[in-house]
Structure formats: structure tokens, C-alpha cells
């Protein structure tokens, strides 16, 4: 099946800041609400973050960390 590109990036432009960065969470909720049949595994990823670094060419991630410790990550569409 193939890589449904304009409806990821759209997610992303959605959910996205000024500088184009959208947290992942805000992009896979945005994605189950316009298509809730939409899941990473039909792309043969087992999580949404994994299909984002599987795709480099067309997405930039930053994993960025918080004063918990925990990590947050924010995907962005390259041209």
C-alpha cells in the first residue's frame, strides 16, 4: 500500500507551529479523526513515530526532551 504522503502532511500542517513543527500526538489525533481506519501497521510500522524516521526524505522528526525527562517528539514535512 502506498505511503499516503498529502494526508500526512496535511496532519502535520494541521496540528503544526509557526515553524512548521506539529507534536506527533496532535498529528496521530488528527489523523484518526479525519480517518479513523488510518494505522501505521498498513504501512508496516507498528507505531506512528516509526513510520515518520522510516520516511527521512519526506519528514524531519526532533526528539526533544522536557525537565521530567521525558522525550516529545515533533515531525515536520520536508519540501
Request: charged share 30%.
Amino acid at each position: 500500500m502506498p505511503l499516503p504522503l498529502e494526508l500526512l502532511r496535511r496532519a502535520i500542517e494541521e496540528a503544526s507551529d509557526e515553524q512548521g513543527w506539529a507534536h506527533l500526538g496532535a498529528v496521530g489525533s488528527y489523523l484518526t479523526k479525519i480517518r479513523p481506519d488510518f494505522d501505521p501497521r498498513l504501512y508496516g510500522h507498528r507505531k506512528l513515530s516509526d513510520l515518520f524516521k522510516s520516511h527521512a526524505r519526506h519528514f524531519g522528526i526532533d526528539e526533544r526532551g522536557s525537565a521530567g525527562g521525558s522525550r516529545t517528539l515533533y515531525v515536520r514535512a520536508l519540501d
